[in-house]
């Protein structure tokens, strides 16, 4: 299975993550979506779970949680935005969310893949949306396989 991972959109869906996302199965957004029309331009590609984020307003707070679970594969995912921890590291999420084999965050638009006590994967995709903070723009691709460990990568965009 393929999972395209994304992040802080703020309203603004690049063209190319249509190409990046072309033949994935799934798609993992971690909040500040910023309109409900980025979602429903994202299930066109794949089904999606979503969090609303900090700064995602009372319409997507209404439709979506702060937190997700979903089983891929047969792993554990756990989705959210993050700022509710502040600035988390990846061993502070896998605290927090014991039993998630999978663990995908936003917020700090700074993209991130990395193993947390040999078996968790922890991704940031970074910042999907316009370039904020001096960070290029970027999203993340995971291969799942059940009985091998999840394979991601980041993908910046142009």
């Given at each position: ?29 971690a909040?500040?979506?910023?309109k ?25 707070r ?49 993209p ?18 316009g ?7 970027s ?8 009985g ?11």
């Amino acid at each position: 299975m393929r999972v395209g991972v994304i992040s802080d959109t703020h309203g603004f869906l690049r063209p190319e993550v249509f190409d990046v996302f072309e033949h994935v199965d799934h798609i993992l957004h971690a909040g500040d979506v910023g309109k409900p029309e980025i979602l429903i331009e994202l299930e066109a590609i794949a089904p999606v779970t979503a969090v609303y984020g900090n700064v995602d307003g009372p319409e997507l707070r209404a439709r979506l949680t702060q937190v997700a679970e979903v089983e891929l594969e047969g792993f554990v995912v756990v989705v959210t935005h993050g700022d509710q921890f502040g600035h988390p590291t990846p061993a502070a999420l896998h605290e927090a969310f014991p039993k998630a084999e999978i663990i995908v965050y936003g917020h700090s638009h700074k993209p991130l893949l990395e193993l947390v006590d040999r078996t968790v994967t922890v991704m940031n995709p970074g910042g999907a949306g316009g370039p904020r903070f001096g960070i290029a723009p970027s999203v993340g691709v995971m291969e799942l396989e059940a009985g091998i460990p999840p394979r991601g990568r980041l993908v910046p965009l142009p």
